[in-house]
């Protein structure tokens, strides 16, 4: 039984992410993948939509820059066979101001012959932005 | 071939919602089901975990209280034998403002014996704080 091609991509990306070693990876991602970060791009620039390989590593060098994996949890996930979603905790550090960050976040990823093909990634943004703010948003209470 | 209940569960939950009709739904959840909506539970009081089908019903009922579902449209999905995953987009009115709201959000369930035992939301909350403000919330560039 073969590995499941989001185990791979996973150690690659993470790989690149914190070793900048961007060789494992680029074997990994299709040449005409869609790649969506669902987020305030004004504030993160490395967010949101990007399309084939040469973008997709583009960005993920962007979050290289600003970034460090510390660890992450699997607290969900899924496998189909081309086919992965997963939900996750990451601790990571913003290295610009040294930070602590503690994200949670949702993707959906689809590969081709073991290639990542598309991949969406939902994040929650609110708490982000109040980290990297380093302070609290006021909000009003809406509902009822 | 049997309905897969992550359907059934959807339609009983937008039938709640919409026309707050909670039979069929009172039968689709587990006595001892897990329930968490990450996001700012200051200003959605309906955001947050509940444990048993008591609490769960009654945040439904809360949120009914404040929201109205138009349409949705599933982006991704995962189905399992117990089990599914999805990205989706909501249009929704929220009924004090009668403001439009449109959502992003990411949900991993889990059932047993044809009934909700788990699941977890993840909402893309910076976009939907902004929009029940009805202003956008001034953001620094934070990453290079």
Redesign the interface.
Known sequence: MTEHSLWRFSRALHRAINDRQYEDLQGLIDEDVDWAV???I?????FGARHGKAAVLEVIR?VA??VRVHRFDR??I?L?VD???S?MRYSLT?L?SNKPISL???Q?AQFRAGRLSSI?I????????EQ??GRP?H??????
């Open positions: 669902y987020g305030p004004d504030m993160f620039p490395f962007q820059e600003n607290e969900s899924m189909g086919s992965a979603s939900m913003a610009d949670r976040l949702a959906f969406r939902l994040v929650d943004t609110f708490d982000l932005v990297a703010l948003i909000l009003p209470r809406i509902a009822s």
